[in-house]
């Protein structure tokens, strides 16, 4: 790889985010024992996930599937229902999918290394150098948005956020300062841990940082300059009804789809195209529901209850099909906007009167 940064003395600095992380670091389960298994699903689930969310998560999957080969072991449906609720549901499919390779190339164990690590499927170069340094303490290197936003400032970055050009500098000199690092493990853990808690976007703590004397941006009494702002993202308002049939239990209709979003979950019948197959030509609406917002990426949604009957027999259905009640709903995997369109039924005790027999 090419290095765009700047040959510098990275040492100090180093060594004051390692001595600085050795007092400040949170106690989290993964770091109890930095098993390399239990490393590698904490940083699958960090993608995209705040940290207060993911511990509970965490707890629970590595309790149900305590070894890489478990996870290998356990089926799809089952790892799927543990991730429910995590959302960006590729990330558990990858995850079992780099467990059963684990089992079959390597007998199990992660290899140590960033390059023998991103042949698992699912691995990409962050989740390499994140296993490999925190894990093994090997001097790979890791750029999430964190990093980045920390090394925009350290090194007064002249590219905008979220562009290439931003993380390519970032990634040269992350590979640069990890080298520079008495423990790589702790050096990583330390960037991500002064992104998460010191030099966060809106307000960074820089009177408290341990390389405020080491940082560009604070010298130049610019931080709010960096990172350069990134164009803006246009957000897309949505409006999708989903069905609500009912059988005579009172147990609602989910159906299983395949394709690029949320990929293999149950979901609720939907009146359009925006994000699932539209399946309106097989149900005739009888009545609202109620409404509730919920925001996918840059779609912002209007989910649509709408009370719906089938215009055929539901077994026609070219997809997989389940009925489930409130009670039963944790054990299959479903999105998030599943478990809300539940509730609000359930809030406004919708469940009943039973409905007619469809199946
Ligand atoms: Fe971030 Fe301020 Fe520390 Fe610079 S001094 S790295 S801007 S918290």
Known sequence: MTCTSKRRDHDAPARALEQWFAVHQRDLPWRRSYDPYQVWVSEVMLQQTRMEVVVPYFTNFVARFPTVAALAAAAEDEVLAAWSGLGYYRRARFLHAGARFVVSEYGGRLPESADELVRIPGIGRYTAG?????????????????????????????????????????????????????????????????????????????????????????????????PLAAPRATAIDVEIPLYVVRDSKSRILLE?????????????????????????????????????????????????LVEAEPVARVADSPHEQIWVDHAALKSVAHPSYVRKAFALLSRRKALQPPRRNFE
Not at 159 to 179: F, N
């Open 130 to 226: 994140a296993i490999a340094s925190i894990a093994f303490d090997q001097p790979a290197a890791i750029v999430d948005g964190n990093v980045a936003r920390v090394f925009a400032r350290l090194f007064a970055i002249e590219h905008p956020l979220r562009g290439t050009p931003l993380l390519a500098a970032s990634w040269a000199y992350a590979d640069e300062i990890v080298r520079a690092a008495g423990s790589p493990r702790a050096l990583n853990q330390a960037l991500m841990e002064l992104g998460a808690l010191v030099c966060t976007p809106a307000r960074p703590d820089c009177a408290s940082c341990p390389v405020a004397v080491h940082c560009e941006a604070h010298r130049r009494g610019d931080v709010s300059r960096y």
């Open 256 to 304: 299983r789809h395949y394709g690029a979003r949320m990929s293999g979950m149950f979901h609720l019948p939907h009146g359009s195209s925006a994000l699932l197959a539209d399946s309106s030509g097989r149900f005739v609406a009888q009545g609202e529901l109620g409404s509730f917002r919920h925001t996918i990426t840059h779609r912002r949604i209007v989910f649509r």
